[in-house]
């Protein structure tokens, strides 16, 4: 049974992957915003839990880059990049919370 958390992240990683094809730049606009608003959800939670690993610092780092109220402004190559990361970053998350029992 998948938990919010995990689909938060599988809709990240859907998300982020379709921002690495060319959209319109409202596209990226969304994009930015649904990242921050669920990277600083995520930070959240595994702040309130203790934060046994360093994930939450991951997803604090992600709510940082993908700000919409301060934008940092990166080359495409560099977005594509820093995208990449991301995704690998995510699919590792979610594979390490299918193994915690404390998930929930």
Known sequence: MLYMKEWIKI??????FL???KQPY?????????VFVASVYLTIEKFRKQ????YGYGYLSIAVLFNPITPINFTRDTWI???M????SLAI?????????SNQ
């Open 11 to 16: 809709a990240l990683i859907v998300v982020i």
């Open 19 to 21: 921002g690495i094809l």
């Open 26 to 34: 409202e596209y990226y606009e969304f994009l930015r915003v649904f």
């Open 51 to 54: 934060m046994k690993n360093g």
């Open 81 to 83: 990049l820093i995208d």
């Open 85 to 88: 990361l991301v995704l690998v």
């Open 93 to 101: 998350s979610l594979g390490a919370d299918k193994g915690d029992s």
